[in-house]
């Protein structure tokens, strides 16, 4: 797992940041271990450079976006006002982390939760 991201950017920089839309690979290339997005079909080393750029990029942001969203689940989980509440030990375990990033996880998903406008 990686490590929560200190805040580089502003977090309206970073919520803007979205993940490019992605193609999803044909059923048949699942038989085909060297078959990627279609990577190896294009001959063009400045088209594939784009492509696997594109691909990368969108990657990043959505590990980036999944981990915002482990990390509000782990601050809601643990949550003292929650009458289920879960220990940082039990969230370590479940998410498959050390306690000490467990609890950071949940500091981040704090600071993301005090960050959200409420609800209407």
Known sequence: MSEPQSAQQ???AQRRMR???LLFEPEAAASDPEHFFDLESIEDP????DRSTELTLAFRAAADRATEFQAIAAAQL???GRFDRV????IAERAEWSEDYA???VEFGLELL?????RE
Do not use: V, W, Y
Not at 114 to 118: G, H, K, L
């Open 46 to 49: 400045g088209r594939l450079l």
């Open 19 to 21: 993940p490019a839309r």
């Open 78 to 80: 643990a949550d003292p």
């Open 103 to 105: 609890k950071r996880m």
């Open 114 to 118: 005090n960050e959200q406008p409420p």
């Open 87 to 90: 220990s940082i030990a039990a």
């Open 10 to 12: 502003t977090p309206d």
